[in-house]
């Protein structure tokens, strides 16, 4: 069950898009504030956040973070997480070195997406069957994560479930949308450069990417 009401995304781009779009039947009240546009929705760095207080409850909001400049994206959070000690606050990374800073800073969750990987989440998110549970997973309350783990050389994808990882998808080298769900995982060949989208706990995943020898876990 969603625990929050409010949805505040701060950032203006593809990213804020897609997830206003994915929790639609989720929040009631959804906003995307822009950095440095002049009206209502605009934001800035400073630590003045007073103006969400007096429009929202924060203790019923939930912020995503998803500046595509890094170093503003961890400021916001330091800032968010100041102000509002309590608030759940989603942030989304573009590597595992940005992730680690933003986590640092004090996000509750860190998402590191690459732009296939955002369009894998939104069109899952965008089944109804899956919105509640995905939506804890990516957001709020659940101790599973999803990743996304690139393959480097030939690969026997039962090894995953050795690690109790499900493979929600593998997607091909040139990026095309052959996106394989679980169930037929098994029965097609994965190449080196396809990459797979897993959930699992996060020990679980650290654990698989070493043994694939992933360089950067």
């Known amino acids: 069950m969603v625990t929050k009401k409010n949805a505040l995304i701060f950032g203006y781009n593809e990213y804020a898009k ?20 002049s009206d209502e929705h605009n934001f800035d760095l400073s630590d003045d956040w007073s103006f969400l207080e007096k429009r929202y409850k924060m ?9 595509e400049d890094i170093a503003e994206n961890i400021f916001l959070t330091i ?7 309590n608030m759940p606050i989603v942030a989304f990374a573009k590597d595992k ?8 800073a004090g996000a509750s969750r ?3 997406l690459t732009q296939t990987t955002a369009n894998i989440i939104s069109e899952m998110l ?9 939506h804890n997973i990516f957001y709020e309350k659940s101790d599973l994560q999803i990743a996304q783990v690139n393959i480097s050389s030939d690969h026997d994808l039962e090894l995953a479930y050795s690690y ?3 493979i929600l998808f593998i997607v091909r080298q040139d990026l095309s949308k052959e996106f394989i769900y679980s169930s037929k995982a098994l029965h097609h060949g994965i190449d080196k450069n396809d990459f797979i989208i897993v959930v699992g706990m996060a020990n679980n995943i650290i654990a698989y990417e070493k043994r694939l020898g992933v360089k950067d876990v």
């Open 79 to 85: 800032s968010l997480r100041d102000a509002f000690s």
């Open 164 to 166: 109790d990882l499900l």
């Open 18 to 37: 897609e997830i206003k779009k994915s929790i639609s039947s989720i929040y009631e009240s959804i906003e995307i504030f822009s950095l440095g546009v």
């Open 110 to 112: 860190v998402i590191p």
């Open 97 to 104: 070195e940005s992730a680690a800073k933003l986590e640092l």
């Open 59 to 67: 203790e019923d909001s939930i912020s995503f973070c998803v500046l």
């Open 126 to 134: 965008e089944k109804p069957i899956i919105t509640d549970v995905l």
